[in-house]
C-alpha cells in the first residue's frame, strides 16, 4: 500500500532499522520505521484513511507515531531537512532524511533501510556495512564517540547482544567497556534510565541480560546493588511465571540485597510509586526475621498473593513460612466466609478477628476441614 502512494505522489518512503533487521533475521517485529522524503502529512493522513488508525506525534522527537491493529505500529520519522553550506557552492545542499536517519543509529544492524518505493521496492541500503554485520552476528557501532554520546547504547546493545546471541564487534567491545569503566552509564537522565531497566526486564531472557551486565561491572551505575541476588536467575523466572506482568515485582527481587537506605533512594529518585517504597521496605523487614509472630502472620495474611510470593524468595529465614500462607490462601482457607459467620449470628468486627483466627488454626496444622472450623466457631 505504501508502495503505490510513492509512485502516485513523488515521494520516497524506507523502512528502517530494527524492522529491516529483524526481517533480514526473519524474526517477526510489529514496529515498521518508516522514513518519508517527500510530504510526510500527505502520507500519515492516507494510512489514517486506508487503515482507520490512531496517529501521536512527539513534536519533541520529531516523530508521528500510527497505531494500527494487532499491536501493530508504523513510527514515522518527520522530515529533518538540514542545510548544508558547502564551501564555494553557492545552493545549500539538502541530505536526504534518509541519510541523516542512518547516521544517528547505534549499530550497523540497525542502520540499514529497505526501499518501499514502486521502482526499487525491497533494496536494502548499507551505508554502514550492516548487512555483512548481521551474517557475522557482529554488534559495531557507527563511530567511536556513539557509547559516549549517548550511553543507553551500552544497554540496548547487551540487550541485543543476548537476544539476538550476537557478539560485540572487538573495537565495538573495547568502547563499552571503556564507556562503562569511565561511569558514562551515570549519565543516563533518571527517566530514560527507569524506561531502560523496563525494556530489559521484558526481554526474552531478562535474567541472562542482566547477568551480561554484572559480569561487564556495570549494575552499580544503574540499580543500588553491585550483584544480583542470590540464585537469582531462579527466583526471577519463579516471579516471572506466576507475574509476568509485574514489573515491578521483579524489580524488587532485583534490589532486594540492597542496602536499606540505598534502595530506598533509588526507588525514590527513580520515581516509583510509593506502594513500591514500602514493599521494597517490607521486604528488608522480613529479609533477616527469624520467626513468625501470630501478628506477623496476620498482618502477612492482608498482602496480595504476588507481593507473598517475592517475600516467600526472598526472606531467608522464614521463605518457607511465608510460601506456606501463600499457599493457604490459594487454596480458599478458612473455608468459611463472612456471610456463613453472619448466617451463624455474628456481627461486625469481629467476623474479621474469626476469619483469621481460623486462617491460623490452618497455618499451624489444627483444623483441616470446613467441619473442624464449624466445631471450633460453635466452642
Ligand atoms: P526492539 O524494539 O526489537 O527492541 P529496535 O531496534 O526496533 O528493537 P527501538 O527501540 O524500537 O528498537 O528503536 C528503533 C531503532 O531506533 C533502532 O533499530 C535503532 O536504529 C534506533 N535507536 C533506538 N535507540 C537509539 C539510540 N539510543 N541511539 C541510536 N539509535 C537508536
Known amino acids: 500500500e505504501l508502495k503505490n502512494l510513492t509512485s502516485q505522489y513523488n515521494i520516497s518512503i524506507y523502512a ?38 490512531k496517529v501521536i506525534t512527539h513534536p519533541q522527537f520529531g516523530t508521528s507515531e500510527i497505531l494500527l491493529n494487532d499491536r501493530k505500529r508504523i513510527d514515522i520519522a518527520t522530515a529533518r531537512i538540514e542545510y548544508y553550506e558547502e564551501p564555494g557552492s553557492l545552493p545549500k545542499v539538502e541530505r536526504s532524511s534518509l541519510w541523516l536517519d542512518l547516521k544517528r543509529r547505534d549499530f550497523t544492524i540497525n542502520a540499514l533501510a529497505m ?34 554520546e549517548d550511553p543507553t547504547r551500552i544497554l540496548r546493545g547487551v540487550r541485543l547482544e543476548v537476544r539476538l546471541g550476537f557478539n560485540f564487534e572487538e573495537k565495538t567491545f573495547k568502547l563499552l567497556k571503556e564507556a562503562i569503566e569511565n561511569g558514562f552509564l551515570n549519565k543516563i537522565a533518571k527517566e530514560r534510565l527507569k524506561d531502560e531497566i523496563f525494556l530489559i526486564l521484558q526481554e526474552p531472557q531478562p535474567e541472562k541480560v542482566l547477568k551480561r551486565l554484572e559480569e561487564l561491572n556495570a549494575l552499580s551505575y544503574i540499580l543500588p546493588v553491585k550483584r544480583l541476588p542470590k540464585n537469582f536467575e531462579k527466583k526471577n523466572q519463579i516471579l516471572r511465571r506466576e507475574f509476568p506482568e509485574k514489573l515491578e515485582l521483579h524489580i524488587l527481587n532485583i534490589i532486594s540485597e540492597a542496602d536499606t537506605e540505598e534502595g530506598k533512594k533509588w526507588l525514590q529518585d527513580l520515581k516509583f510509586p510509593k ?105
Open 275 to 379: 506502594k513500591v517504597l514500602y514493599q521494597f521496605i517490607l521486604l528488608k523487614k522480613y529479609e533477616n526475621t527469624n520467626t513468625l509472630s501470630e501478628k506477623d502472620i496476620k498482618s502477612l495474611l492482608d498482602l496480595p498473593n504476588d507481593l507473598l510470593l517475592l517475600l516467600s524468595l526472598t526472606a531467608k529465614k522464614i521463605g518457607k513460612n511465608i510460601l506456606r500462607i501463600k499457599l493457604l490462601k490459594e487454596k480458599g482457607v478458612p473455608y468459611l466466609k463472612g456471610e456463613d459467620l453472619i448466617n451463624m449470628g455474628f456481627k461486625g468486627k469481629i467476623i474479621g478477628d474469626l476469619l483469621k483466627k481460623l486462617f491460623l488454626k490452618h497455618y499451624y496444622g489444627e483444623v483441616k476441614s470446613k467441619e473442624d472450623e464449624e466445631k471450633i466457631i460453635k466452642e
Open 115 to 148: 526501499s518501499l518505493n514502486e521502482e526499487n521496492f525491497g533494496e536494502i541500503i548499507d551505508l554502514y556495512g550492516g548487512l555483512e554485520d548481521l551474517t557475522r552476528k557482529e554488534l559495531r557501532v557507527l563511530h567511536n564517540l556513539s557509547f559516549i
Open 16 to 53: 528502517i532499522g530494527g524492522f529491516v533487521r529483524d526481517l533480514l533475521l526473519g524474526q517477526s517485529n510489529y514496529d515498521l520505521d518508516i522514513v518519508v522524503e517527500g510530504d510526510i502529512q500527505l502520507v500519515i493522513s492516507k494510512i489514517i484513511d486506508k487503515w482507520q488508525s
